[in-house]
């Protein structure tokens, strides 16, 4: 295991370096993306037009040298845009299947909640199952699999609200946020002349991500931790500010996650501290606030952070 993590801090700082050398000034931004694609997990990312969203995920991926498909959502696109469709061979004289975007290592998903909520369902099955179902026959989806989603506010022109469904196969939901003056500056200097993504080669390989996926999977989760996660998980259930709580899935994302998080913190065990700080990125998009909390203008990452605060935190030790 140890030269399991060894091997991991290599190729992930590898991976860290080059979507920073694009992405000025947002370390907490690229070391999320990293930790959910090591739990093999999928990345919503949320923010207002021009922050960089479709950079940090064409960012991510073009640092693995793996195969890469991006699907610009629209209104108009079909189900079958993304999954690919049968179509009939007049030499062959029978059906073929020919596949859609979504057969690709890494699936960029631009502007996912422009598409209707039809469309947007074509993904469920694929992000939760890694498997595609056409005209009743099932296709596997190779490893790793990771839906890097971008979407605008909800209250923008021309938007739908994601599923729940949906969110709820979303490992973390990140925003971008503005960049600080300084960082911004030096992007008018190096963006100026042309785009950092240009200059970016891959620094690993889609089977070098496959064994740090395995490396991850080894990391000890004590009982005391796990039943954290489940404590943290359950205050979302019954808290009054909230009319729908998190789900088992956020339970089983939430300690995949924070096993990455051990993983690239190079602790082959997790600690609470891991569930801390991804309990809102990992909770806060699957949450609904009640009518109340929404009059107050109190947003589900607040209430998150206030169960953090609150529920007792376990020994580490123990189990």
């Given amino acids: 295991m140890g030269r399991g993590l060894d091997g991991l801090a290599e190729v992930s700082g590898r991976i860290r370096g080059a979507i920073e ?42 640092s693995v040298d793996c195969s890469v498909r991006r699907v610009q959502f629209t209104p108009d696109l079909l189900p079958s ?8 061979n ?25 598409a209707s909520p039809k469309t947007q369902s074509a993904l469920l099955e694929c992000m939760e199952e890694r498997q595609v179902t056409v005209d009743g026959t099932t ?19 021309g938007t739908y609200p994601l599923p729940e469904a949906q969110r709820d196969r979303f490992t973390a939901r990140i925003s971008m946020g503005y960049p600080d003056p300084g960082a911004e500056l030096e992007m008018l200097d190096v963006h100026g002349q042309s785009s950092p993504l240009d200059r970016l080669v891959p620094v ?33 259930r019954n808290h009054p500010e909230l009319r729908l709580g998190a ?16 993983a690239l913190n190079d602790r082959d065990y997790a600690l609470p501290d891991d569930l801390q700080e991804l309990a809102v990125p990992v909770l ?3 949450l609904l606030p009640s009518s109340e909390a929404q009059l107050e203008r109190r947003l589900p990452e607040q209430v998150v952070a206030d169960i953090v605060e609150r529920v007792p935190v376990p020994n580490p030790r123990h189990g």
């Fill in 139 to 157: 296709y596997v989806l190779e490893r790793p699999f990771m839906v890097v989603a971008t979407q605008n506010p909800v209250e923008m022109e």
């Fill in 90 to 114: 007049q030499e062959l004289r029978e059906f073929e299947f020919k596949p859609g975007p979504v057969f690709a290592n890494i699936v960029v998903g631009d502007e996912i909640n422009r």
């Fill in 204 to 236: 690993a390989y889609a089977d070098d991500v496959r064994e740090l996926i395995e490396v991850v999977r080894l990391v000890h989760v004590s009982s005391a931790v796990r039943q954290y996660a489940i404590d943290l998980v359950t205050a979302t």
């Fill in 247 to 262: 789900s088992p899935r956020a339970t089983l994302h939430l300690v995949r996650a924070a096993r990455a998080h051990a």
């Fill in 21 to 62: 050398s694009v992405i000025e000034g947002k370390p907490d931004v690229v070391r999320l993306a990293l930790t959910v694609l090591l739990a093999e997990g999928h990345l919503l990312i949320e923010d207002v037009p021009g922050v960089g969203k479709t950079m940090l995920a064409k960012a991510l991926a073009r």
């Fill in 81 to 88: 845009d993304i999954t690919g469709v049968s179509a009939y």
């Fill in 284 to 286: 806060a998009h699957r």
